[in-house]
């Protein structure tokens, strides 16, 4: 590393390219910061020495390097946003409908959207927010975030905590706002120091030089912006991880108690009822809707209540609960316990629990029963066996019965229109028959049947979609924001001005640079030098070059 020592006798980093103490340009510099060929100084960071600009021999300089372009970050946001917005195409895979044909990402997205839903998924769009490039992606944002403030903070923090009133010619008159008074009395000086400080400028004296200040604060405004981005896009990143965040989804069925999903089968719900109110026929609000939905919800709930496991629990013991919240779920009504939220998302009507049927004689015009048994939809058995001594096996199942070209599919998982292939057994243990059975279907399949199956009864029930939510990163994109928002307050709404005194002979050389708000500066010039014989600045911009 080779220092770079001034006439004034400071010694700069090597790459300074004004020096920070009097501010003269340093020859053989002037190329860093483009001021070769130009009247006016680049005073962006204040000529001070950035390592992106210095070195570049190393392979952590050549890092260092890539990352502190504010091109490079500006890409790498670009990159960013396009692939944000490639992902909003079509919906990512935790939110494919319950009610899809198939909820395979390799199935839906074909099924759905053709050749371009096979496309997005081959991409690997469908978990686009949770794949490791996209995170890849977001933490490059950071780091060329973090690497750019070091680069620019640090030396301009130390260039400005230095500066001296006592400044070089060369660099007072290759400033913008630039003037020279031949005479100047020590009345006028005095008087316009004393207006400085009324003007609410902070005035340092050296020998005759004058440097006044005001709003240095507002230069660190993109760097308080940066804080907040680095802090939001670490929560970004956070939300990745279970602890910090858990969006979860959970079918609970009326009557039914089941684990909550993300919680390490600590916590339990059970749904006690599920209300569906709907807005009347006469509503005329609502009359489009009613007419082509048949129905507008106007509210649905789930009362559930919420239990911890308390205790140890032996293997295949039930566990031991103890209620922890009780509450009615609703729209804009959530349930909320140990830093859990729970939502009401969704719902089903009429979802089939259970089923019976009797066995009879296929040419008994009584259909007197001679057997019967029940079918639990939640947990199906895959035969019953009858006191009269009928076996009956269910060969098939379809919870959601529909037919695809004439061959019996089933369109979801949940018994809404379920159908049955069964083989009776009969007691002298001749040759089973095969039967279809569904709501309103009962084909022989063979049509030489003895006996016939029919349902006798069902019972239907209703389900609640349960959304399961735990975010501790909100606070963290709150904070965020904030110091983001102060920073942008910060650099936008103040200036950092200096004006510049500096004796020559009888007269005096005036000077002055704001970072933004030149109108401001020369306003404020004005007023000092009221009824005096100092020269008002002349604005160099035209003369540079």
């Known amino acids: ?113 053709g050749i371009l839903g096979q496309i997005y998924y081959q991409l690997g769009f469908h978990n686009l927010y949770g794949s490791w490039w996209y995170m890849l992606l977001i933490a490059l944002i950071g780091i060329s975030l973090v690497i750019c403030s070091i680069d ?29 008074t031949d005479q100047v009395s020590t009345e006028e000086k005095s008087t316009v120091v004393s207006r400085l400080k009324k003007n609410r400028y902070k005035v340092t004296q050296d020998n005759g030089h004058v440097l006044a200040e005001k709003g240095r604060f507002s230069r660190w405004g993109p760097y308080v912006n940066h804080i907040g981005l680095i802090i939001i896009l670490g929560a970004a990143l956070l939300r990745f991880t279970p602890f910090m965040y858990l969006d979860e989804y959970v079918w609970v069925r009326e009557g039914e108690q089941t684990v909550i999903p993300g919680t390490k089968g600590e916590y339990y719900i059970k749904n006690k009822d599920f209300i569906l109110e709907t807005y ?32 140890e629990t032996l293997p295949g013991e039930d566990p031991k609960l103890e209620k922890v919240a009780e509450d009615e779920i609703r729209m804009n009504h959530p349930l909320k316990f140990d830093g859990y939220t729970l939502y009401q998302a969704g719902y089903q009507m009429n979802e089939f629990s259970s089923m019976s049927f009797k066995i009879h004689k296929t040419n008994d015009p009584d259909e007197s029963s001679l057997g019967n048994f029940q079918i639990d939809l939640t947990s199906p058995q895959s035969e019953y066996e009858l006191d009269s ?54 084909v022989d399949a063979t049509g030489e049947n003895d006996y016939k199956l029919g349902i006798q009864d069902f019972k239907m029930r209703d389900v609640s979609g349960i959304t399961v939510r735990r975010d501790y990163t909100l606070p963290l994109f709150v904070v965020g924001a904030f110091i983001f928002m102060f920073g942008v307050i910060q650099g936008m709404y103040w200036q950092h001005r200096r004006i510049w005194i500096h004796p020559k002979g009888e007269g005096i050389l005036l000077a002055a640079h704001t970072n933004k708000n030149w109108f401001g500066v020369k306003k404020d010039i004005e007023k000092i030098i009221e009824d005096t014989d100092i020269k008002m600045a002349d604005d160099q911009q035209e003369l540079d070059d």
């Open 1 to 113: 590393m080779t220092n770079i020592k001034c006439e004034c006798g400071h010694v700069n980093p090597e790459g300074t390219v004004l020096c920070e103490a009097c501010g003269k340009p340093i020859e053989g510099n002037q190329h860093i910061d483009g001021n070769d060929k130009k009247k006016l100084l680049n005073m962006r960071y204040d000529g001070s020495a950035r390592r992106s600009q210095t070195y570049n021999k190393s392979t952590v300089d050549k890092i260092w390097n890539f990352f502190s372009s504010v091109r490079v970050g500006v890409w790498l946001i670009v990159l960013a946003l396009i692939a944000s917005a490639m992902g909003t195409i079509y919906p990512q895979e935790m939110y494919i409908p319950a009610d899809a044909a198939s909820r395979d990402p390799a199935v839906f997205y074909e099924d759905r959207y």
């Open 280 to 311: 009347g026929e006469n509503d005329e609000r609502f009359q489009k809707a009613i007419k082509k939905e048949g129905m507008v919800p106007k509210n649905f709930q789930t009362n559930a209540v919420v239990y911890k496991e308390s205790g």
């Open 152 to 180: 620019r903070f640090v030396p301009l923090y130390k260039a400005l905590k230095i500066q001296k009133a006592k400044r070089h010619a060369s660099f007072l008159s290759r400033q913008r706002l630039y003037s020279k």
């Open 389 to 442: 001594g009928f076996k009956v096996v269910v060969n098939q199942y379809y919870p959601d019965y529909y037919l695809d070209d004439g061959e019996p599919k089933s369109k979801t998982d949940y018994p809404r229109n379920p159908a049955y292939v069964f083989s009776v057994h009969p007691p002298d243990g001749s040759e089973p028959e095969m039967s279809f059975v569904g709501i309103g279907k009962n």
